[in-house]
């Protein structure tokens, strides 16, 4: 499986973002996706996940402003983002799961194949 995300960029507080990732290979209807992003001197952390099922999963700190689909048709998810501010500044990675399951959603483990990333800016 492949991915390649894209959508990022300089943007500026309060303002809004998709991004998009798009997956080549496998059966994209049957695996789950998700978000990760890695701040600049911080460990990557988890963002959002969908499962194949359509369970979606956040984390605390983007709940009410993100929102991740997926189109299966498509091969891609998208991450849109709203209401950004500068602590969401980061790189944001995808990645694919083949066999996750709800509580392991938000884990870095459960996926096992990741795009390489793109950067957000966001300016206060």
């Known amino acids: 499986v492949q991915l390649q995300a894209s959508g990022g960029g300089l943007v500026q507080a309060g303002d809004s973002l998709r991004l998009s990732c798009a997956a080549s290979g496998g059966t994209f209807s049957r695996y789950s996706l998700a978000w990760f992003r890695q701040a600049p001197g911080k460990e990557r952390m988890f963002v959002a996940a969908i499962k194949w099922t359509g369970e979606t999963k956040y984390a605390d700190s983007v709940k009410g402003r993100f929102t991740i689909t997926r189109v299966n048709a498509k091969n891609t998810v998208y991450l849109q983002m709203n209401s950004l501010r500068p602590e969401d500044t980061a790189v944001y990675y995808c990645?694919?799961?083949?066999?996750?399951?709800?509580?392991?959603?938000?884990?870095?483990?459960?996926?096992?194949?990741w795009g390489q990333g793109t950067l957000v800016t966001v300016s206060s």
């Open positions: 990645a694919v799961s083949l066999g996750a399951i709800s509580s392991t959603m938000a884990l870095e483990a459960t996926y096992s194949y």
